[in-house]
């Protein structure tokens, strides 16, 4: 049973950092997984924001370009979003999904609050 758990989330004031981890436990071979971070705002609907295949490639939603950054370490399994000069319109639940073909998997979220 593959189970996913995203952390780090936290308050943190406009200007600041943090970084996510998303860590798989259960997988065979994670290297070969593509993961993806999504938020959801209260009232919003979910948004892509990160995306690391497989092979390293990454992908990000226009709002969030250059400030945050999705990487991978297969020998921990564990995919990390670090996210820098936050906003408050970062505030959200951030959840990473785990996915191979028709496989995916999903954790509980982690809630980011931006705020002076």
């Known amino acids: 049973q593959v189970q996913v758990v995203e952390s780090g989330g936290g308050l943190v004031q406009p200007g600041g950092s943090l970084r996510l981890s998303c860590a798989a436990s259960?997988?065979?071979?994670?290297?070969?997984?593509?993961v993806d971070w999504y938020r959801q705002a209260p009232g919003k609907q979910s948004e892509l924001v990160a995306g690391i295949t497989s092979g390293g490639s990454t992908n990000y939603a226009g709002s969030v370009k250059g400030r945050l950054t999705i990487s991978r370490d297969n020998d921990k399994n564990t995919v990390y979003l670090q996210m820098n000069n936050l906003k408050p319109e970062d505030t959200a639940v951030y959840s990473c999904?785990?996915?191979?073909?028709?496989?995916?998997?999903w954790g509980p979220g982690t809630q980011v609050t931006v705020s002076s």
């Open positions: 259960g997988t065979i071979g994670f290297s070969l997984y593509a």
């Open positions: 999904n785990v996915r191979r073909a028709a496989r995916q998997y």
